[in-house]
Nanobody, 125 residues
Framework: QVQLVESGGGSVQAGGSLRLSCLAS????????MAWVRQAPGKEREGVAA????????YYVDSVKGRFTISTDNSKNTLYLEMTSLEPEDTAMYYC??????????????????WGQGTQVTVSS
Protein backbone atom coordinates (compact mmCIF):
# COMPACT_ATOMS: atom_id res chain seq x y z
CA GLN A 1 0.00 0.00 0.00
CA VAL A 2 1.33 3.42 -0.96
CA GLN A 3 1.08 6.22 1.58
CA LEU A 4 1.43 9.88 0.67
CA VAL A 5 1.86 12.62 3.26
CA GLU A 6 1.66 16.29 2.29
CA SER A 7 3.16 19.24 4.13
CA GLY A 8 3.98 22.88 3.53
CA GLY A 9 0.57 24.47 3.31
CA GLY A 10 -0.26 27.70 5.08
CA SER A 11 -1.63 31.21 4.78
CA VAL A 12 0.02 33.82 2.59
CA GLN A 13 -0.87 37.13 1.03
CA ALA A 14 -1.49 37.49 -2.67
CA GLY A 15 1.77 37.57 -4.58
CA GLY A 16 3.48 35.34 -2.05
CA SER A 17 5.02 31.89 -2.44
CA LEU A 18 4.74 28.45 -0.85
CA ARG A 19 6.37 25.08 -1.44
CA LEU A 20 4.34 21.96 -0.88
CA SER A 21 5.97 18.60 -0.24
CA CYS A 22 4.61 15.08 -0.52
CA LEU A 23 6.55 12.24 1.07
CA ALA A 24 5.84 8.82 -0.43
CA SER A 25 6.22 5.51 1.43
CA UNK A 26 7.73 3.96 -1.72
CA UNK A 27 10.23 5.11 -4.28
CA UNK A 28 8.75 7.93 -6.33
CA UNK A 29 10.46 6.32 -9.28
CA UNK A 30 8.09 3.36 -8.91
CA UNK A 31 5.08 5.65 -9.27
CA UNK A 32 4.78 6.44 -12.95
CA UNK A 33 2.70 9.57 -12.51
CA MET A 34 2.43 11.91 -9.54
CA ALA A 35 0.21 14.95 -9.33
CA TRP A 36 -1.04 17.81 -7.24
CA VAL A 37 -4.81 18.15 -7.11
CA ARG A 38 -6.72 20.92 -5.40
CA GLN A 39 -10.26 21.35 -4.19
CA ALA A 40 -11.73 24.69 -3.28
CA PRO A 41 -14.88 24.91 -1.14
CA GLY A 42 -17.95 24.10 -3.20
CA LYS A 43 -15.91 23.09 -6.23
CA GLU A 44 -14.78 19.82 -7.78
CA ARG A 45 -11.26 18.52 -7.47
CA GLU A 46 -8.95 19.93 -10.14
CA GLY A 47 -5.64 18.51 -11.28
CA VAL A 48 -3.22 21.45 -11.34
CA ALA A 49 0.14 19.79 -12.06
CA ALA A 50 1.44 16.34 -12.86
CA UNK A 51 4.76 14.70 -13.65
CA UNK A 52 5.67 11.53 -15.52
CA UNK A 53 8.47 10.46 -13.21
CA UNK A 54 10.26 8.27 -15.71
CA UNK A 55 11.08 11.10 -18.10
CA UNK A 56 10.35 14.21 -16.04
CA UNK A 57 7.59 15.34 -18.37
CA UNK A 58 5.36 17.88 -16.66
CA TYR A 59 1.77 18.93 -17.19
CA TYR A 60 -0.03 22.03 -15.89
CA VAL A 61 -3.54 23.41 -15.96
CA ASP A 62 -3.58 26.74 -17.79
CA SER A 63 -4.40 28.78 -14.69
CA VAL A 64 -1.08 27.90 -13.00
CA LYS A 65 1.31 27.82 -15.95
CA GLY A 66 4.28 30.05 -15.33
CA ARG A 67 3.52 30.27 -11.60
CA PHE A 68 3.68 26.67 -10.31
CA THR A 69 6.47 24.14 -10.77
CA ILE A 70 6.16 20.43 -10.03
CA SER A 71 9.24 18.32 -9.38
CA THR A 72 10.42 15.15 -7.71
CA ASP A 73 13.48 14.18 -5.69
CA ASN A 74 13.71 10.42 -6.04
CA SER A 75 16.51 10.24 -3.47
CA LYS A 76 14.07 11.58 -0.88
CA ASN A 77 10.91 9.90 -2.23
CA THR A 78 9.36 13.37 -2.33
CA LEU A 79 7.17 15.31 -4.73
CA TYR A 80 7.19 19.11 -4.62
CA LEU A 81 4.99 21.93 -5.83
CA GLU A 82 6.66 25.33 -5.89
CA MET A 83 3.95 27.98 -6.02
CA THR A 84 4.72 31.62 -6.77
CA SER A 85 2.64 34.73 -7.50
CA LEU A 86 -0.18 33.18 -5.51
CA GLU A 87 -3.68 34.51 -6.03
CA PRO A 88 -6.79 34.29 -3.82
CA GLU A 89 -8.23 31.92 -6.43
CA ASP A 90 -5.47 29.43 -5.51
CA THR A 91 -7.04 28.97 -2.07
CA ALA A 92 -7.88 25.28 -1.69
CA MET A 93 -6.99 21.99 -0.08
CA TYR A 94 -4.07 20.58 -2.03
CA TYR A 95 -3.71 16.82 -2.39
CA CYS A 96 -0.84 14.68 -3.58
CA UNK A 97 -1.85 11.80 -5.86
CA UNK A 98 -0.04 8.99 -7.62
CA UNK A 99 -0.57 6.07 -9.96
CA UNK A 100 1.33 3.28 -11.63
CA UNK A 101 1.09 2.72 -15.35
CA UNK A 102 0.68 5.06 -18.29
CA UNK A 103 -2.15 7.55 -18.74
CA UNK A 104 -2.88 9.97 -21.52
CA UNK A 105 -4.80 12.13 -19.08
CA UNK A 106 -2.27 13.13 -16.46
CA UNK A 107 -4.38 15.97 -15.04
CA UNK A 108 -7.59 13.94 -14.74
CA UNK A 109 -8.16 13.26 -11.06
CA UNK A 110 -9.97 9.96 -11.64
CA UNK A 111 -6.78 8.51 -13.15
CA UNK A 112 -5.09 8.42 -9.74
CA UNK A 113 -5.07 5.50 -7.33
CA UNK A 114 -3.20 6.76 -4.29
CA TRP A 115 -4.03 9.91 -2.38
CA GLY A 116 -2.72 11.88 0.55
CA GLN A 117 -4.81 13.60 3.22
CA GLY A 118 -4.24 17.10 1.91
CA THR A 119 -2.70 20.36 3.06
CA GLN A 120 -4.57 23.67 3.17
CA VAL A 121 -3.39 26.70 1.20
CA THR A 122 -5.07 30.02 1.91
CA VAL A 123 -4.22 33.16 -0.08
CA SER A 124 -5.57 36.48 1.15
CA SER A 125 -5.93 39.62 -0.94
Amino acid sequence: QVQLVESGGGSVQAGGSLRLSCLASVSTGSLNFMAWVRQAPGKEREGVAAVYTGAGWTYYVDSVKGRFTISTDNSKNTLYLEMTSLEPEDTAMYYCAARRGWTHRALLTTEYTYWGQGTQVTVSS
